[in-house]
């Protein structure tokens, strides 16, 4: 019988021994690699809690819908208020939100609440030490406390949205092209945030002071919360943990030949999915979702289908 080099001199019965250790020791390293391998794609597949969070102007806030540029550009005009932040200090490739807003005939007041706050690129100024984030306050924010959202959650942003071309020099709302989505008001999910750190601390809100939700009278509301977002998002560290999203039929929720709260059917947010008591209050419910009444946020169940479908509509 032939033996290594390194048994010489030994016993069949040693040798054996030690032949039989070196096959454990490569079992259990084989072992070791991919159970290690397991480990990292199990770390590495994160689910998150989706909340569908919707924002910006309705019937009730600002009396208009938002504009879907030509170049697929959404702008989600933030609700009229008596904050700081003015439709003025806001811009679309230099043109100044409220001279869109004139074309498109609305006629409120020339502050706003900028929240969520997503992309410092919208401010004709930029603020030294900005970073990307979004409050909530009283029923809202208490909402959010009891689904238990997280750091690594995500916010998805939707609104109501029409198409828009220039004509003569003005934006006016696309009303006759034959084509549903250009034609009609239609709900459309416009930007994301993944949240990094949840602030909940009064002291700590102050820093954030171009915030809305930093200002005096909000933080000394005890349930007033300000999210930041994370600096890369997780499951893509190739962009950034919040920002704006550009029209894409997938963004759409709104269901085709519907008025633009009727969704389109989704496990991910139908009835069964979803961290509230609801109706489904659609014409026909085996087609469409509707969920009707005043809201602002609706958490969806975690699950790998509900987070393969919110990196679907981000990436």
Not at 3 to 12: E, Y
Not at 70 to 97: R, V
Not at 183 to 193: A, N, R, S, T
Not at 196 to 212: A, M, N, S, V, Y
Request: hydrophobic share 35%; glycine share 8%; proline share 4%.
């Amino acid at each position: 019988m032939f033996f290594p080099a390194s048994d010489a001199g030994k016993t069949p019965e040693e040798t054996n021994d030690i032949n039989m250790q070196k096959h454990l020791d490569r079992v259990l390293f084989f072992w070791k690699a991919h159970t290690t391998q397991y480990v990292i794609m199990i770390t590495e597949y994160q689910l998150m809690k989706v909340i569908l969070s919707r924002k910006g102007f309705d019937s009730s806030n600002g009396g208009i819908v938002s504009p879907i540029f030509e170049d697929g550009t959404m702008i989600s005009f933030p609700i009229p208020s008596k904050d700081t932040d003015a439709f003025c200090d806001l811009q679309y490739k230099g043109i100044p939100y409220s001279d869109i807003l004139s074309d498109l005939h609305y006629k409120g007041g020339g502050h706003c609440h900028m929240d969520p706050d997503l992309d410092q690129g919208r401010r004709t100024s930029a603020i030294p030490g900005w970073v990307p984030a979004f409050g909530q306050i009283d029923s809202s924010a208490a909402y959010l406390k009891n689904i238990g959202v997280k750091e690594g959650d995500l916010f998805l942003f939707f609104g109501n949205f029409h198409h828009v071309k220039k004509d003569s020099g003005h934006f006016r709302y696309i009303r006759e092209s034959g084509d549903f989505y250009l034609d009609k008001d239609i709900q459309v999910i416009w930007g994301y945030l993944q949240v990094g750190k949840i602030i909940d601390d009064p002291l700590e809100q102050k820093r954030f002071w171009w915030h809305p939700h930093a200002g005096e009278a909000r933080r000394n509301n005890r349930t007033n919360v300000i999210f930041t977002a994370a600096e890369r998002l997780s499951f893509d560290e190739g962009k950034p943990g919040a920002g704006l999203l550009r029209y894409d039929v997938k963004r759409v929720l709104t269901m085709k030949n519907r008025n633009k709260a009727t969704w389109k059917k989704n496990t991910v947010y139908d009835l069964n999915h979803i961290l509230s008591s609801r109706k489904n209050a659609a014409k026909n419910p085996d087609e469409g979702i509707y969920y009707a009444g005043i809201w602002q946020e609706l958490g969806l169940a975690e699950s790998e289908e509900c987070t393969e479908w919110a990196k679907s509509i981000v990436l």
